[in-house]
């Protein structure tokens, strides 16, 4: 029973925070541009407005155009709900290479909703968004192969417990540059843009009206506290602290993070196209070399006294590979 | 202290790719000497006592790497009016790639080499031959003269990480005549720009195929 409530709990957290990160970043904007800004509950009133409204639907769309949407929202909060947050939740082996693809699965999901409409531009919004999404989900199965090889566990809740060294900026740097990414956010698209043209995230949802918008406008912000949970659990150690600062600590570096990207629009223009790869593969790289550090950084993070106690090789040959 | 030495030669192995994936010549030149200024803080880190000959060859390395041939670049690139963007040969998606790989497969050879028990913990070797391919690469990847400089600088680099280790016995006149002669070599390369760029309004080491009376 109490497991039940527990994840009720969760569950509902999740769901009720997650519109207040886009709220954020959003007052972080105004406040560097100088305006008042719109109030930080925003997403909540547009979300409650797009539930009572109706659905207009085109009539050359099938039902994969609803269902695209709901099962994308579903699988992001599935992948919410593997994200440990202190003790108990769902843990198993592997979960990380399921939380992958659930990310992955919304993302179809929504281009396939997208590319229902049959309207020229959500084609090659959902043709931008999976293109972006090739590099960036490199880095991210990237990032989570380094913490799996430095905690030697495939199960997020222990993968995410992070020991201090040059491995975890680097991974920080590569997985914030994939929040960006992931979220459509400044340096890759514009999320206030109206040129449908340019739009990559937005230009996917234009045809959805009433509670579908909702459920998209929802999973987009719950996608973007998921990598702050992510980004948060992957830098910062956690697991040693007791559960209140625990708690304590995630929430203020999503506080920080949804303050980042906010500073990060207001001073950063958007990157043309064709530099947007060059920044992915950064990201890429960055998380590569997270990587390395996991595996080869026993070898070179070492004092020298450990070091010493290796000693010198006996008599080996000469190109010889060393175990 | 060897963390602190790893963090460093690290920090310049990031550096080459900075170098490689920079599209343009400021922030080229800016890396090069961002990363002579780091390796030359390195034979500081490496003894703890101090010496003197450690120390000058550190000061003149930080110096002539890090201020004296980015100025001289600098004004180079200011004289000749270029543009600055930089025509890569190889596209900076692929160097960073093949300098990252470089990179890693420095790190796995060096594991591979019968290094001196007091050098198997350190990243020298693997800094050293990293650098060295990445200069290689932008001396081949990218068509500007100047960003050839800057190709040729981080080759020094990596050699100079080598010579690190042996840097008790190398005399001072040594690292001093390889300053010397890389100041001379900018000069030589600069007054190049300048002919290259009055006879042909650009750059481009393309055009320098054809001999001509």
Not at chain 1, 5 to 22: H, K, Q, S, Y
Request: some cysteine; overall charge neutral.
């Amino acid at each position: 029973m109490s497991l039940f409530i527990d994840t009720v709990l969760r569950l509902a957290g999740w769901l009720l925070l997650a519109p207040l990160i886009p709220g954020v970043i959003n007052k972080v904007k105004a406040w560097v541009a100088g305006r008042r800004g719109p109030p930080v509950f925003q997403l909540y009133y547009d979300l409650a407005k797009l539930w009572r409204k109706g659905v207009v639907l085109s009539h050359v769309v099938s039902p994969m155009h609803v269902a695209g949407v709901a099962v994308g929202w579903v699988a992001l909060v599935g992948a919410a709900m593997l994200l440990p947050l202190g003790e108990g939740g769902l843990a198993f082996r592997g979960d990380a290479i399921l939380f992958v693809y659930l990310l992955a699965v919304a993302r179809f999901c929504t281009a396939l909703a997208a590319l229902d409409t049959g309207s020229a531009f959500e084609g090659m919004g959902a043709a931008r968004e999976v293109s972006y999404a090739v590099l960036a989900e490199v880095a991210v199965i990237t990032g989570l192969v380094a913490l799996a090889v430095e905690s030697g566990s495939l199960s997020l809740s222990t993968m995410l417990t992070p020991s201090p060294g040059a491995g975890v900026a680097l991974l920080g740097a590569g997985l914030f540059i994939v929040l960006l990414a992931e979220n459509c956010r400044v340096p890759f698209d514009d999320p206030n843009t109206h040129l449908e043209l340019t739009m990559v995230h937005e230009v996917m949802v234009l045809d959805h009206s009433g509670p579908p918008l909702a459920a998209v406008l929802h999973g987009a912000s719950l996608k973007l506290l998921i990598f702050s949970v992510l980004l948060a659990e992957a830098v910062l150690p956690l697991g040693a602290m007791p559960a209140w600062a625990a708690a304590a600590a995630l929430a203020g570096a999503v506080l920080a993070i949804a303050i980042g990207v906010g500073l990060v629009e207001s001073f950063l223009a958007r990157f043309a196209f064709r530099r947007v790869p060059l920044l992915l593969t950064t990201a890429f790289l960055l998380c590569l070399f997270a990587l390395l550090t996991a595996w080869k950084g026993s070898e070179f993070g070492v004092t020298e006294s450990s070091v010493a106690e290796r000693g010198a090789p006996a008599a080996e040959p000469f190109f010889g590979w060393r175990p | 202290m060897s963390s602190n030495l790893n963090l460093l030669i690290g920090i310049a192995m990031g550096l080459n790719l900075v170098a490689l994936a920079s599209g343009r010549l400021p922030s080229l030149i800016r890396a090069a000497a961002m990363q002579g200024v780091v390796i030359g803080v390195l034979p500081l880190l490496m003894h703890s006592e101090f010496h003197w000959l450690v120390a000058a060859v550190s000061a003149g390395t930080v110096v002539v790497k890090g201020f004296v041939i980015p100025s001289l670049l600098q004004r180079a690139l200011r004289a000749a009016h270029i543009d600055r963007e930089m025509e890569p040969l190889i596209g900076f998606i692929p160097s960073l790639l093949l300098g990252a790989a470089a990179s890693i497969g420095a790190i796995g050879f060096a594991g591979a080499l019968p290094l001196r028990p007091e050098h198997a913990g350190v990243l020298l070797v693997p800094g050293a031959f990293a650098t060295v391919v990445c200069g290689f690469l932008l001396l081949m990847g990218r068509t500007k003269a100047i960003s050839q400089v800057c190709g040729y600088l981080l080759l020094e680099n990596g050699i100079f990480l080598f010579g690190l280790l042996l840097i008790r016995s190398t005399p001072l006149i040594v690292e001093a005549g390889i300053l010397l002669d890389l100041t001379v070599a900018v000069f030589v390369i600069g007054i190049i720009v300048d002919r290259i760029q009055r006879e042909f309004d650009t750059l481009d080491t393309r055009k320098l195929t054809a001999l001509r009376e």
